[in-house]
């Protein structure tokens, strides 16, 4: 079993619709990253949270530390947002966990 | 924008051939990791380093080797390629910020052996 583990696995949204990708993760952490690859590999590091919410533009990220949840929302989608949205939890030190992924497909 | 680079992006080789891929940061990051994702996998962490002349593996058990004698620098090279080293590397360099780790990624290398 995967310490992270990220849901769903692949989505397709229309143009403009809200979404949410989960994250639920089993081990003490002490951050969790949101990261986005694009198409060709490169990564993104989109968010990093220890508690609450962070906002950029219109990606939101939440944390509840008690559940060992978070979540990653997208308002107003659009196809420039397709990508893989990965999740990955930070132990103590420099260990990390990371998610399979949600492959995401914004349709104009 | 983060200033890691990596080289080559693609490589296809040989088997039996020794292979270099190239990581390099500007941001004079300590902390420097190479990680190993194949198609639709989750990236694992195969080496990392906590500074100069500081190197350990990670996770996942790695024929490759790394060396980090400068800061800057963090290769890592495989001796003798095999079909199943195909597959995508990535470099990342981290620092702490605002009391956590900011991790920053190069863009890959995908690695074909025949």
């Known amino acids: 079993k995967n310490e992270v583990e990220q849901s769903p696995q692949n989505l397709t949204a229309q143009e403009g619709e809200f979404i949410t990708i989960n994250c639920s993760y089993s081990?003490?952490?002490?951050?969790l990253h949101w990261l986005q690859q694009h198409p060709g590999g490169g990564i993104v590091s989109l968010f990093m949270l220890s508690s609450g919410k962070k906002k950029h533009g219109r990606l939101i990220a939440t944390i509840n530390i008690q559940e060992k949840h978070s979540s990653l929302h997208i308002t107003a989608s659009h196809p420039r947002d397709s990508a893989v949205y990965i999740c990955?939890?930070?132990?103590?030190?420099?260990?990390?966990?990371f998610g399979t992924g949600t492959s995401l497909t914004v349709i104009p | 924008e983060a200033d890691i680079y990596q080289t080559p992006r693609y490589l296809v080789i040989g088997t039996g051939k020794k292979i270099t891929l190239e990581c390099s940061q500007t941001?004079?990051?300590?902390?420097m990791y190479w990680y190993q994702q194949d198609p639709g996998m989750e990236l694992h962490l195969i080496h990392y380093s906590y500074g100069v002349n500081s190197t350990e593996k990670g996770d996942l058990s790695s024929e490759s080797t790394v060396s980090r004698i400068r800061t800057e620098h963090f290769p890592l090279t495989l001796e003798s390629a095999r079909p199943s080293h195909t597959s995508q590397y990535l470099c990342?360099?981290?620092?702490?910020?605002?009391?956590?780790?900011?991790?920053?990624f190069g863009p890959g290398t995908r690695l074909t052996v025949t």
């Open positions: 941001m004079g990051h300590d902390k």
């Open positions: 990955a939890a930070r132990l103590g030190g420099n260990q990390f966990y």
């Open positions: 990342a360099s981290s620092e702490y910020k605002a009391g956590s780790v900011e991790q920053y």
């Open positions: 081990v003490g952490i002490s951050a």
